[in-house]
């Protein structure tokens, strides 16, 4: 004769909590390279969007910091002559940490980016 786990709730509480080490081996075990995820729910006693949403939380991938560059400008009488004419003006693209991405194209002088930016993050002076 074999003897089955049986697990008995005799709470009213019909919410179980699942710590997270116990949500890190259901999905591990789901991520096994033959795992068939339905399976892997019921061994566990829950549903396989449980598992889905488990799995999608966990296995989130890490959002980069955002990276600056150094930038020195030098004043126009500190720069030697141009030598050729002028290329043609360039494109200067802003992407913010919250994704907003902000493109300008043509000549625009420093104060109108500023300006831009702080428009856009909200972080000018307060008086």
């Not at 004043?75 to 300008?104: C, F, N, W």
């Not at 194209?105 to 993050?121: F, R």
């Amino acid at each position: 004769m074999t003897m089955s786990r049986v697990e008995v709730i005799t709470s009213v509480q019909r919410r179980r909590r699942w710590s997270r080490e116990d949500k890190e081996r259901i999905v591990a075990e789901a991520l096994a390279p033959d795992a068939v995820v339905s399976e892997v729910a019921r061994r566990a006693g829950i549903h396989t969007s449980q598992l889905f949403r488990w799995r999608r939380q966990l296995c989130r991938p890490v959002a980069a910091l955002p990276e600056f560059a150094a930038v020195s400008v030098a004043s126009e009488a500190m720069t030697s002559p141009p030598l050729a004419p002028p290329a043609p003006a360039g494109l200067i693209e802003i992407e913010l940490s919250s994704g907003v991405r902000v493109r300008i194209s043509g000549p625009v002088d420093s104060a109108t980016v500023s300006a831009t930016i702080v428009a856009l993050t909200g972080t000018g002076r307060r008086r």
